[in-house]
């Protein structure tokens, strides 16, 4: 025998332990099996294994009892391999003892171990963060900066901000308790007994948000006041729980009397003015100790947001002196109802100041650095930042920015300039009464880039306080109508032969060659030829100028002289959805433009200058619209906290706009903008004037540059603001684009130009025969001849008026090529009235006078203001 291999030990006793230790030791002559599977004689290898996994198989020996099993392992309830039980684990997942679905089911036990283990460790992780963030100073929130702002060139403009403001901070004792009680009914009823946040206000803002409802803040007034120490409004998770923990230790270590100071004293109320001292100031003229409840009622709606609540106007259309004096009465009276049902002001005291009516506000009295064009350029800007970054109002009035602008120093002096010498020389209101409340509005912006290089906004921004290069509610008249020629080109004429639905699909292009009916008094009809019916059932026969018969002629002469019947009429044949789909991409502004009358065609929209010369832009530019901006950037401590990106599009195939420009040289060179030549230099415009003779436009471009000049008349101390007629301004029976406003253009855009290289328009290539769809081509009357030289067969409108002398005659035509030939006696391009009311208003050349007085919308912002921004 081997060495190697030893003899097993001999048991040593009897009994269980013997069998245990005989179990243990491997049979002599063969390799040691696994403890408590040694295999039987006579099996094999595999069928140890087997019998092993079955339990059978006893130890070596053999004996009367099973050799002891292994105890099963991972269960934690089995028994140790000694017999012991196994110990408990400290989690008890999955389950031992458990089988199936159930093994994975945690237990009861479980589930509140680990609840109570999250709540802890949040209310561990929350007082962490209390302990660690610092409440804010009610004092620090009051100081402010200046705002620089540069010119294009990068020198200062203005030093600007909030340092002549009134931002006195005052005791909770000099704030009338009725003004305490006012914010407090409004804004959070449970002041006293909530503990810095609402959580039943922040869950319902949430439910609120999710469903899609209007976004809803569910702050507490604890809450704004934390949030109004800071200067970043950005809306972000971290900043929101910031909030939220710093307003929960403010309830928790602060009286309610001194966080009701704090944010009374820190809120923005509007004009300016930071806390309630500055508020009385600047609405009331008086000190805070003084306010009357009403008043006070007045000044808690503000919080609300001062832009809509101010009765004399805020920022962008939504935002006039009409509609922000409904919203701050109604909400003023709300105020008063809900201190009411909060048992803050008796039902007496409540009728009593009810009766007395609205405590109306004085004006706004703006800062002296404004004086001249720079408050005009500074709101510009301003509204432009508010409305394009995530740079708040309330922010921006506190200061610390530096604001580099678009504007050209020298190109808004040339325009001030070319303004005041027309003023100075033809405005007399101390001579004509009838010269009084004339004002004049214009804008310069460059179409390749949307740069505003100048505004014109006025006398002065210190005394006259609307923006007249930003919305003003002026209508724009016959300025309009190069974007119904592009709808047209673009989209061509239905066919008066077909149904609604295939002549939407089968249409015919549109050139300025095309021939309509250009007599006065002509009966409007739809494309398909019947007579057009206002909603009380009448027809509308539309007026030219002069009343002024012009016979068949082409697009391109009725732009020419300003001819209103076949642009009404085109208007119609293409679709006024369609025009107005044009207007929009050329970079109009949809809350600017009218209702979707026929007469929409002829320019009842209210653009303001700025939109306007940024449209014409896209026509000098070959169809490529480029959005006006008046900031190129806005940085703050070093850092950059805006900066502007370019926003374009190709509103109009290249060869559109360039036929558009080509009928617009037209105007220029030969028919009611010839005042408006600059030499050898390539100019394309249009004149417009509004029904009434209210008021007066010329807009027009080089390829470097766009501009348009708007003028009008209004009483801004009348108590119903409407516009008034110009007849006899400056001694001319009537005012009309061609008179003053080309006069003005003119003169700027030549000291704007000076010492730059004449450039041209890129050239127009013929528009010929298309008929859109897939249908038969149309008949020969109804295509547009395939280039300029070809004669301009008829193209006349659907429908002949109801006079047989408004006939088209094919012999009265003008050529395309005679630009001295009038069809007519000539005219310009004013409005004429009569007619049945009710089909669109005044203006834009309709003929008809308004069924009700138009209404000035003062205030806007229109651009940058607001939705507009």
């Known amino acids: 025998m081997s060495e190697h291999r030893r003899k097993p030990p001999q048991p040593q006793g009897g009994g269980r332990a013997a069998a245990r230790r005989a179990a243990q030791q491997p049979t002599p002559g063969r390799r040691a099996a696994p403890p408590g599977n040694s295999p039987s004689p006579g099996l094999g290898r595999a069928d140890a294994r087997r019998a092993g996994r079955r339990g059978g198989g006893g130890g070596g020996g053999g004996g009367r009892r099973r050799a002891a099993e292994p105890a099963p392992s991972g269960d934690g309830r089995g028994r140790r391999g000694n017999g012991r039980p196994a110990a408990k684990r400290f989690i008890d997942y999955p389950r031992a003892g458990k089988s199936g679905v159930r093994r994975w089911i945690p237990s009861w036990k479980l589930m509140t171990g680990l609840c109570l283990t999250f709540v802890g460790l949040v209310f561990g992780a929350v007082g962490v963060a209390l302990a ?174 001062p832009n809509l609540y101010d009765p004399y106007g805020g920022q962008g259309p939504a935002a006039t002196p009409e509609k922000n004096l409904k919203r701050a009465t109604d909400r003023w009276k709300w105020t008063l109802d809900r201190e009411v049902q909060t048992h803050h002001l008796s039902q007496a005291e409540h009728d009593q100041w009810v009766a007395k009516g609205f405590p109306q506000p004085q004006k706004p009295k703006p800062a002296t650095n404004r004086a001249g064009q720079i408050g005009y350029l500074t709101d510009l800007a301003d509204n432009y930042i508010v409305a394009h970054s995530k740079i708040s109002k309330a922010e921006l009035d506190k200061g610390g920015y530096q604001i580099y602008t678009t504007f050209d120093r020298d190109k808004v002096a040339a325009l001030t300039k070319s303004v005041e010498e027309v003023r100075k020389a033809s405005i007399k209101p101390d001579v004509r009464d009838v010269d009084k409340y004339v004002q004049f509005g214009g804008a310069s912006v460059e179409p390749k880039t949307g740069k505003i290089v100048a505004i014109y906004g006025g006398e002065n921004a210190l005394e006259h306080f609307t923006n007249n290069a930003d919305y003003t509610g002026v209508q724009v008249g016959s300025t309009f109508k190069p974007f119904v020629l592009a709808a047209a080109m673009t989209h061509g004429k239905r066919n008066p032969g077909l149904g609604p639905q295939q002549s939407d699909s089968q249409r015919t292009l549109v050139s300025p060659e095309s021939i309509y009916n250009g007599n006065n008094k002509l009966t409007l009809r739809n494309y398909d030829g019947t007579v057009w019916h206002d909603k009380d059932g009448s027809e509308w026969q539309q007026k030219n100028d002069g009343d002024e018969d012009k016979g068949p002629i082409s697009l391109r002469t009725a732009m020419q002289f300003s001819v209103n019947t076949p642009y009404i009429q085109l208007g119609m044949d293409v679709g006024t959805d369609l025009v107005q789909d044009a207007a929009l991409k050329a970079g109009l502004d949809k809350d600017q433009l009218a209702s979707l009358t026929p007469t929409f065609s002829l320019g009842t929209s209210a653009p303001s200058a700025i939109r306007l010369a940024g449209a014409y832009g896209t026509f000098a530019n070959s169809g490529k619209q480029v959005d006006p901006y008046s900031v190129e950037k806005v940085e703050k401590d070093g850092k950059a906290a805006f900066e502007h990106e370019e926003k374009s599009a190709q509103a109009f195939d290249a060869n559109v706009a360039n036929n558009v420009t080509d009928v617009l040289r037209t105007v220029v060179q030969a028919g009611t903008g010839t005042a408006a030549q600059l030499g050898d230099r390539p100019v394309a415009g249009k004149t417009g004037t509004t029904d009434g003779n209210r008021s007066a436009w010329f807009a027009g471009y080089t390829p470097q540059l766009s501009t348009a000049i708007g003028m009008y008349r209004v009483d801004p101390n009348a108590k119903q603001q409407e516009f008034l007629s110009m007849r006899g301004v400056g001694g001319q029976p009537t005012i009309h684009g061609a008179s003053f406003p080309a006069q003005i253009w003119a003169d700027y855009m030549g000291e704007a130009l000076k010492g730059k290289p004449v450039e041209q328009f890129d050239a127009p290539q013929p528009l010929g025969v298309k008929v859109y769809g897939d249908g038969a081509s149309p008949s020969p009357s109804a295509v547009a001849p395939p280039s300029p030289s070809a004669s301009a067969p008829s193209s006349a409108s659907p429908s002949p008026s109801k006079s047989p002398s408004s006939s088209p005659s094919p012999s009265r035509s003008c050529s395309p090529f005679d630009r001295k030939c009038k069809g007519g006696t000539g005219g310009t391009d004013a409005g004429a009235s009569g007619g049945p009311g009710g089909i669109g208003g005044p203006g834009g050349d309709t003929g008809g006078e308004s069924p009700s007085p138009t209404r000035r919308q003062q205030g806007g912002g229109g651009l940058f203001g607001g939705p507009n921004g």
């Open 132 to 305: 660690m963030v610092q409440v804010p100073s009610a004092q620090k929130a009051s100081v402010v900066q200046k705002n620089v702002y540069y010119w294009a060139d990068g020198k200062q403009m203005v030093v600007a901000g909030g340092g002549s403001l009134n931002r006195q901070i005052v005791p909770i004792a000099q704030i009338p308790k009725s003004m305490q009680n006012a914010v407090i009914s409004a804004e959070n009823a449970n002041f006293y007994q909530d503990w810095g946040v609402d959580p039943m206000g922040i869950a319902r803002a949430i439910v609120k948000m999710a469903q899609g409802g209007e976004t809803q803040s569910g702050s507490t007034i604890t809450q704004q006041f934390v949030k109004n120490t800071y200067l970043s409004q950005e809306q972000t998770i971290k900043r929101k729980a910031t909030e939220l923990l710093i307003s929960i230790k403010v309830g928790a270590t602060q009286p309610k009397p001194d966080i009701l100071a704090g944010y009374l004293n820190t809120a923005y109320y509007g004009r300016g003015a930071y806390g309630i001292q500055a508020a009385a100031r600047a609405y009331f003229d008086k000190d805070c100790n003084d306010l009357t409840p009403s008043e006070g009622a007045y000044l808690a709606a503000t919080l609300n947001g």
